[in-house]
């Protein structure tokens, strides 16, 4: 067995609980998801697991050493680290620290000749211990993500290439590291629909075993053989991939609720023989006996406790609404970035909604924020429907002022506490009023931002990523929000289920050519491969100008 938890219970210094009694096994060679509510602790189990925390009661053990795939990677520089820091993080512990160590010994072998010897021995240790088939993976890596070799690009800042080149850096250096056991917590965040289907193959045919957290629907049906799920009640494993998941929670809570009302059934029963007996315990001292033995039944029942309660089952309940931006809702003309996109008009009627494809880099985020924010290049021009009212979605999770409490944010925006009680209950966040907004998870970040989104009622929605960092319920939620919302939606997303809700889909190149794309299939076919064309391809509508 990889990995096996066992009756683990956690609290956090406050003394909320996170964890109580949490036990599951990931067998060896397995992929296993690890799913649930946003904020229900996937993360500090995680960090349990890797030895960052300790459990108060209860253990965990792994057979293997584990590698450990944090959702956003930590450096001792956020600033100087580089492609190579990225490449180390996936180094088995033996190697870590050697290379560390050649990496200081390098960087003094130019002011100093006495290094040489130290260094010619920790480069046969590096070459004993297996280093150079690491750094021939990362030759791999690099010429798949940059298109350089890692000799070039090994020294190229991480804060100058795209968040998903770093996600795919580092996903791709513990996928093919030596490390046998890997736990990856959301490792298709930031990816484009070109890795997805990469990651997903090398699931598929990888023999480390694998726990991780994760979101996107596709993956968890392609390349899962089994599901461990977390929820705010208690956990259980689900012995199959998401095609099977969603009706074996339904068989489950059916199951739940029905061994709830039978106990409930049986409670009642117990306390209304109570009754009777104490009722008749003055007639007689066998009618007094009899009243004692039923009480203490029925007490030894209710005390015992019910069974495991079924959980929610809408986790949020948003409540936007729409309306109309005028008939024409936006028209983009002369749009071009230099050396990026090259020039395209596009119009977006009342009720469109679009989503926006093509692999990392492309300028799709970067267009968002320009458009939202006024700042467009010179020559282009936007104008909005004469109705318009702008909402936008952040990728980052950002907040315009993120100080003060959850209460102390909201309060900027809405106009009492009790309205702000009541929103932050509809979206599963009534126990973290009095959090900061940096302690929340990534999936409770954009709920936040998504209550700013309702409180503005806007018509036209720019989303990036929307589906990034909730919770497989909160995105089918969602889903049904968007679908029912009267209301312009432009959407920008890798996740290859939700793309199912769109009616229009425009497709950015490595040319930068921009076209439409008449299919959805179609559209997610050309994205999901590796420096496609439009030019190449058929059913294309061409937006660029010539």
Do not use: C
């Not at 021939?136 to 690009?153: M, P």
């Not at 503005?456 to 319920?473: A, C, G, K, Q, S």
């Amino acid at each position: 067995m990889a990995i096996e938890v066992s009756n683990a219970v956690f609290f956090y210094p406050d003394g909320t609980p996170v964890v109580d009694g949490l036990s599951f096994r990931v067998p060896t060679g397995s992929v296993t998801a690890f799913v649930g509510p946003n904020g229900v602790g996937k993360t500090t189990i995680l960090n349990l697991i890797d030895g960052e925390l300790d459990l108060f009661e209860g253990s965990i053990r792994s057979d293997t050493e584990i590698g450990y795939m944090r959702q956003n990677p930590g450096f001792d520089d956020e600033h100087s680290a580089t492609v190579l820091d990225a490449l180390a993080l996936s180094l088995p512990e033996n190697l870590k620290v050697f290379h560390a160590k050649l990496r200081a010994l390098y960087q003094r072998l130019a002011d100093d000749d006495d290094v040489g010897a130290e260094l010619g021995a920790a480069l046969e240790h590096w070459q004993h211990q297996g280093g150079y088939k690491e750094e021939a993976a990362w030759d791999q890596i690099t010429s798949a993500v940059l298109g350089q070799r890692v000799a070039v690009a090994g020294e190229r800042l991480l804060r100058e290439i795209s968040g998903g080149e770093r996600k795919g850096i580092i996903l791709r250096a513990y996928l093919l590291s030596s490390v046998p056991t890997l736990v990856l917590d959301e490792p298709d965040n930031f990816l484009d629909l070109f890795s997805k289907d990469w990651l997903e193959k090398e699931l598929n045919r990888t023999s480390k075993t694998v726990l991780m957290v994760s979101h996107d629907r596709t993956l968890l049906s392609n390349a899962v053989d089994r599901m461990v799920v977390l929820e705010h009640n208690g956990s259980w494993t689900h012995t199959g991939n998401y095609r099977t998941f969603k009706a074996a929670r339904r068989a489950r809570i059916e199951r739940l609720g029905h061994d709830l009302s039978l106990w409930e059934r049986e409670e009642r029963r117990l306390h209304r023989i109570y009754r009777t007996w104490k009722d008749r315990a003055g007639s007689s001292e066998a009618a007094a006996q009899r009243m004692r033995v039923a009480e203490a039944r029925w007490l030894r029942f209710r005390d015992a406790g019910p069974p495991e309660l079924p959980p929610p089952e809408r986790e949020i309940n948003p409540q936007f609404r729409g309306s109309r931006a005028g008939r024409e809702a936006i028209r983009i003309e002369n749009y071009e970035v230099a050396d990026l996109i090259l020039p395209f008009d596009l119009k977006v009627y009342h009720g469109d909604r679009i989503a926006m494809l093509g692999e990392n880099g492309v300028g799709k985020s970067t267009l968002f924020k320009r458009l939202v924010h006024g700042a467009l290049p010179e020559g282009a021009t936007v104008r909005y429907g004469p109705n318009a009212v702008v909402g936008y979605f952040s990728q980052e999770n950002t907040l315009p002022d993120e100080d003060g409490s959850l209460l102390d944010i909201l309060g900027r925006e809405y106009p009492n506490d009790q309205v702000i009680r009541n929103t932050l209950g509809r979206y599963g966040l009534a126990r973290h009023d009095r959090h900061s907004y940096a302690e929340l998870s990534g999936g409770q970040k954009a709920r936040v931002q998504l209550m700013f989104l309702e409180r503005r009622e806007p018509n036209v929605l720019f989303l990036d990523e929307p589906t990034d960092n909730l919770d497989l319920e909160s995105i089918e939620v969602i889903e049904r929000v968007l679908r029912d919302l009267d209301a312009t939606q432009i959407a920008i997303t890798h996740d290859r289920e939700f793309t199912r809700i769109f009616d229009r889909w425009i497709v950015f190149d490595k040319d930068g050519l921009v076209g439409e794309v008449l299919d959805r299939d179609l559209a997610v076919q050309i994205v999901s491969g590796r420096r496609f064309s439009l030019l190449d391809t058929d059913g294309v509508k061409l937006l660029t100008r010539y």
